[in-house]
């Protein structure tokens, strides 16, 4: 099965730092990756798909960049309703698996 | 206003079968790209998916769960459902279904979740 590895697992960072979250394919999954956000006791909500493609609505300070199995999502500015659960997931076949997951905190 | 609702049993008891209704609104299963999955999430861990119908009917499976899962819809009713055997007190989850919309791979709406204990 193909895995999507998440890291870190967990980071603390202060208001208005960038955060940087990697997600790594064990296969070449092209640009067929997106990321979302679930915030404490709420439904995840996709911010970024096409890997660097951002959702209607979604605040600038995200991005994300990469290609074929290494992927990135920053976060120029951490502010304090970023703090959530951030999760990768590939759609490069009909396989829709998820990553492990990164918890961002407020430092 | 496009919107996905779980329902189904709260408590199962171990070996017993799920069955879980996801009944969709503002969408219709007639657009070739539409698509629901069943996801689920344990408490405090990460998301899981398990499976996903397409509106052609072509369905697929988690590899791990792909022996204990059935996908199906009833595009009358506007529900889709999953059946899933032999539930075991690690399938302790919540339970949500999400659409892939017109633009293949990515979730744009969830519902609300479901959360299932499975209990003797």
């Known amino acids: 099965d193909m895995q999507m590895t998440q890291s870190p697992s967990s980071l603390s960072a202060s208001v208005g730092d960038r955060v940087t979250i990697t997600c790594r394919a064990s296969?070449?999954?092209?640009?067929?990756l997106a990321w979302y956000q679930q915030k404490p006791g709420k439904v995840p909500k996709v911010l970024i798909y096409?890997?660097?493609t951002l959702q209607s609505g979604v605040p600038s300070r995200f991005s994300g960049s990469g290609s074929g199995t290494d992927f990135t999502l920053t976060i120029s500015s951490l502010q304090p309703e970023d703090v959530a659960t951030y999760y990768c997931?590939?759609?490069?076949?009909?396989?829709?698996?998820f990553g492990g997951g990164t918890k961002v905190e407020i430092k | 206003q496009v919107t996905l609702k779980e329902s189904g049993p709260v408590l199962v008891k171990p070996t017993e079968t799920l069955t879980l209704t996801c009944t969709v609104s503002?969408?219709?299963?007639?657009?070739?790209?539409?698509?629901v999955s069943w996801i689920r999430q344990p408490p405090g861990k990460a998301l899981e998916w398990l499976a996903h119908i397409f509106s052609n009917d072509e369905k697929s499976y988690s590899t791990s769960l792909k022996s204990r899962l059935t996908i199906s819809k009833d595009t009358s009713k506007s529900q889709v459902v999953l059946i899933m055997t032999n539930m075991d007190p690690v399938d302790t989850a919540t339970y949500y279904c999400a659409r892939i919309g017109l633009r293949w791979g990515y979730y744009d709406i969830w519902g609300q979740g479901t959360m299932v204990t499975v209990s003797s």
């Open positions: 997931q590939k759609y490069n076949s009909a396989l829709l698996t």
């Open positions: 503002g969408f219709s299963f007639s657009n070739t790209r539409v698509g």
């Open positions: 096409d890997a660097s």
């Open positions: 296969q070449d999954i092209s640009n067929y």
